[in-house]
């Protein structure tokens, strides 16, 4: 079977969830003996279509532009047995790339009128279009956020539709806390691919599996991506030079605060730890909170603890500029910016029992 990857994403790399996902798609099924070609839009000259119709008149079934299109992409697209559109999310469809893919192949179409499926007009066709499938991730977490792009797909592919991949959250699932979920949905993805090129289609436990959700509650996700955002406005940078700086979301409460500890913990480097760290903060923000760490699991409460193994009083403002690496912890105590009491060997500790 030949299969024609088509990537619209303008990401690439780590950066490109699109990417990602149909590399697993496309391993999947290379490993299930299907030849594989995975072609990267951005990269390719296509132009916009006219709508001259010179391809219904003049040159019946080729178009009048002189481009990738037109000399290379089509006839692949028109030889391919199966073509994955893979495609991010754009206003809840596919993004101008694809959608400008997509509307170059109207030669494949002839000008007459018929009647097609449920009484609508249809165009004639001079050879059957290659079967689909869709791909496409956004960073809502609700799979509904997709239900345009679906609606759309279904209409335009019709029968030939085999599959839609649809993947909520993409961008919260490339966390390292999400290390295990990531693992799960690639090798879903991958199961996927096999599963097309074996059987026509993706079993429904597959695709649970690719959609399932990441276990956060949604006002957590809504929070942890409001921190994100506030932080790469506050800094000045994009998502891609947050991620290539290795910051850390900076936490704005108690609440953001605690939840940025949970998920910066390390059970590896705390599995035989028993303590709990005791914050009091002042300044832009008030209030105490604490962290229990025991059999390499973390808890985070508000209010005081009656015995703490280390207690840390800090302005907020400065032991937020310690955790996300703008000022060094060290530093800051020989200053005495901050004053701490109890287990100094724990504080010695804190870097390896929280990363980024």
């Given at each position: 079977m030949k299969v024609l990857a088509l990537n619209s994403s303008p990401r690439v790399g780590a950066d490109s969830k699109t990417e990602w996902m149909l590399d697993h798609l496309l391993q999947g099924m290379a490993d299930a003996g299907a030849a594989v070609e995975?072609?990267?839009?951005?990269?390719?000259?296509?132009?916009?279509?006219?709508?001259?119709?010179?391809?219904?008149?003049?040159?019946?079934g080729t178009c009048i532009l002189k481009d990738d299109m037109?000399?290379?992409?089509?006839?692949?697209?028109?030889?391919?047995?199966?073509?994955?559109?893979?495609?991010?999310?754009?206003h809840y469809t596919f993004n101008a790339q694809m959608k400008a893919f997509i509307e170059r192949t109207l030669p494949i179409l002839e000008p007459f009128l018929e009647e097609g499926a449920d009484n609508r007009t249809d165009h004639s066709l001079r050879s059957d279009p290659p079967?689909?499938?869709?791909?496409?991730?956004?960073g809502f977490p609700e799979i509904a956020v997709f239900d345009q792009l679906s609606a759309y797909a279904r209409f335009l592919f019709r029968e030939t539709l085999r599959a839609e991949i649809y993947r909520p959250a993409a961008e919260s699932i490339?966390?390292?806390y999400m290390a295990d979920k990531r693992d799960a949905v690639a090798a879903a993805v991958r199961r996927a691919g096999a599963e097309l090129i074996?059987?026509?289609?993706?079993?429904?436990?597959?695709m649970q599996c690719i959609t399932q959700p990441l276990g956060e509650d949604k006002t957590v996700f809504h929070t942890l991506g409001n921190l994100f955002w506030k932080t790469c406005i506050q800094e000045k940078v994009t998502p891609k030079e947050f991620q290539e700086k290795e910051m850390t979301p900076r936490p704005d409460s108690l609440e953001t605060y605690m939840l940025i500890m949970q998920l910066g913990f390390n059970p590896g480097a705390a599995r035989e730890l028993a303590a709990v760290m005791q914050f009091t903060?002042?300044?832009?923000?008030?209030?105490?909170?604490?962290?229990s760490i025991e059999n390499g699991a973390i808890t985070a409460a508000e209010g005081l603890h009656p015995s703490p193994q280390l207690t840390i009083a800090a302005p907020f403002d400065i032991w937020m500029d310690?955790?996300?690496g703008k000022a060094d912890?060290?530093?800051?105590?020989?200053?005495?910016?901050y004053r701490v009491e109890g287990d100094f060997n724990l504080l010695m500790k804190l870097g390896e029992i929280f990363g980024r």
């Open positions: 995975a072609v990267v839009l951005k990269d390719r000259k296509i132009k916009l279509c006219r709508g001259c119709f010179t391809c219904w008149t003049k040159t019946p037109t000399s290379e992409l089509l006839p692949k697209w028109m030889a391919a047995d199966l073509v994955v559109y893979a495609s991010p999310l754009y079967a689909a499938v869709v791909l496409s991730v956004a490339a966390g390292e074996e059987n026509g289609g993706i079993s429904d436990d597959t903060f002042s300044g832009s923000v008030t209030g105490q909170c604490y962290l310690i955790i996300t912890g060290q530093e800051m105590f020989m200053q005495q910016r």
